[in-house]
């Protein structure tokens, strides 16, 4: 079976390196692999850390890029390699652009698309923007589909997906995780190699959501500043995004404050060994909803709305919405509560224990002896 794998930003890397490595190591599979390079620099160093090289590069990245651009460049790009492959099934992952255009141009071409990460729901097209139709559209292109968990393969019931077409697997994100964070490792960043993480409780900071740009993150930002100035034993360390709008912002309010640590974007593996040594974590990512929780930090969500919201059933998430007030006070409670944190910190993630890949490459199997 011929399975060709895309992706074009760092998460969608994160979250596909353990499986296309799998399939790499699998004698009855033959991998394919396809990047788009919608993010060039962060997708690089995921390559790098799980040796990964691609068999295809689209290197479509350009200053400036609007959603357009990348939308047309994937689905052009797309078309030529689909020709010269010819693969068994493609697949994608969550809920990119590179993710919609891909599953639209193998679709075009009759090539069935596996959708990893599938499932996932907020019912507001605007939130995340444009990340939830991504998800939604590539869900109607697929014709096989990995999902998370339950209430994953229950909202694509919902949306009449026939049910032997729904294969639940864990997130792939753990696999990813667990691989990384069992490695040793020491920091190289100057300010990171100097935390005093013994004494100090770090909270890591992401932040960067196309919604969130402008007021609502004039509001994040205003009270991680309230909190690290409330707090004297409180490091924040926020690795700033390479967005301009996000990084002006961040300066703006943040840099003034001594024990606010305005870093340079991190790969993933000093990523996930300062998650580890955090406190607990404030984010608007998708993706850390789900890592956190693994190593036992709680996480407040800095959005209106989750498409997880399993991990706010388990407890190991809180949504704190984009209000000022309202973010700073579950801050301020998880660290002066000691047993809310320890509630949150030892809740069960529920997105799986490491072995979502090899779950989906049982499913491929499946797929490839029974024809469906």
């Known amino acids: 079976m011929k399975v060709m794998s895309v992706f074009g930003t760092r998460p969608e890397a994160i979250k596909m390196a353990p499986l296309v490595k799998k399939l790499e190591a699998a004698k009855d599979f033959e991998s394919v692999l396809c990047v788009t390079a919608q993010h060039r620099e962060m997708l690089d160093q995921v390559l790098d850390l799980f040796e990964l090289t691609p068999d295809h590069d689209l290197n479509i990245m350009k200053p400036n890029q609007t959603l357009s651009m990348i939308t047309a460049g994937v689905l052009t790009g797309m078309e030529t390699v689909l020709e010269k492959e010819k693969p068994d099934i493609v697949l994608v992952h969550g809920d990119t ?21 599938a499932g996932l729901r907020t019912y507001d097209m605007y939130s995340p923007f444009p990340e939830e139709v991504n998800r939604v559209l590539t869900g109607h292109l697929a014709s096989v589909h990995f999902a998370p968990t339950v209430k994953n393969r229950d909202n694509l019931l919902k949306e009449g997906v026939a049910e032997d077409k729904i ?48 007021e609502y993150m004039m509001n994040i930002f205003s009270a991680i500043r309230d909190i690290a100035q409330e707090f004297n034993d409180v490091e924040v360390v ?33 990523f996930v ?16 909803q789900e ?41 301020r409670e998880l660290l002066t509560d000691a047993a809310e944190y320890a509630k949150m910190s030892k809740a069960s993630n529920p997105y799986g224990d490491g072995t979502a890949c090899d779950k989906i490459l049982e499913a491929l199997r499946g797929v490839r002896d029974t024809g469906r």
């Open 167 to 214: 294969y639940i697997t864990g997130n792939t994100v753990v696999d990813a995780l667990l691989n990384v964070a069992g490695k040793p490792y020491e920091f190289e960043d100057d300010i990171l190699k100097n935390m005093d993480f013994e004494n100090k409780r770090v909270i890591l900071v992401t932040c960067h959501r196309r919604e969130n740009l402008g």
């Open 273 to 288: 060994n300062l998650m580890a040594k955090s406190y607990f974590v404030i984010t608007d990512s998708g993706g850390m």
């Open 291 to 331: 890592e956190a929780p693994s190593l036992g930090k709680p996480v407040l969500v800095v959005r209106r709305e989750t498409e997880r919201p399993e991990a706010l059933a388990a407890g190991t998430v809180k949504l704190a919405g984009v209000e000022r007030e309202t973010i700073a006070a579950m801050a």
């Open 97 to 117: 652009s590179t993710t919609f255009s891909t599953a639209l141009a193998a679709f075009y071409q009759k090539i069935p698309v596996g959708h990893v990460e």
């Open 238 to 270: 926020y690795p700033v995004h390479l967005n301009p709008k996000v990084r002006e912002l961040a300066g703006s309010i943040l840099s003034g404050c001594e024990n606010v640590h305005l870093i340079d974007p991190l790969s993933y593996q000093p």
